[in-house]
């Protein structure tokens, strides 16, 4: 079975390569230490340090495991060199709801890297699908759990 396709912007890339190393390089160790700490205590069928180091280095190894895969299947988006005719990965781009009239600048990433509160939306979420491909000057529909939005695409910028 083929593996996700993970879709990351260089940005992207490299906070998950920095987190990867952050863990096998500090977290790793942090961790044993304190599974080492916790053994000398003595009998650790009751020690609750000891659980707690071994539940967290569990956390830390799953983590590392997923990353890895992460990075291995990475496709890596140039948002360098975007093209900026239509909307694309990596692409920011200028809404406008037309019901109320209110404009939003949203950058469309990858679903790992989504951030709706730093207006990052993924390109699998309902407004990312309806724009991915559009023109500027395009008006789209999005379906969602409260009915119908309709944006207008004001802008198409690279970064």
Do not use: H
């Not at 190393?21 to 942090?30: D, H, P, T």
């Amino acid at each position: 079975m083929k593996e996700k396709e993970v879709i990351l912007t260089v940005n992207g890339l490299k906070k998950l390569e920095d987190e990867l190393g952050q863990l096998k390089s500090v977290k790793r160790r942090e961790v044993a230490e304190r599974i080492k700490q916790a053994i000398e205590f003595g009998d650790i069928s009751e020690n609750s340090e000891y659980e707690d180091a071994k539940n967290e280095q569990a956390f830390i190894e799953g983590r590392i495991l997923t990353l890895e895969k992460m990075l291995r299947n990475a496709k890596i988006i140039d948002d360098e060199n975007l093209d900026t005719k239509l909307v694309s990965i990596g692409s920011t781009v200028l809404l406008k709801d037309l019901e109320c009239g209110d404009e939003v600048k949203y950058t469309i990433v990858g679903s790992v890297e989504a951030d709706p509160g730093a207006n990052k939306i993924s390109n699998e979420s309902p407004v990312g699908k309806a724009i991915l491909g559009q023109a500027k000057g395009s008006i789209v529909e999005v379906s969602v759990p409260a009915g119908q939005l309709k944006f207008q695409i004001m802008d198409i910028c690279g970064k």
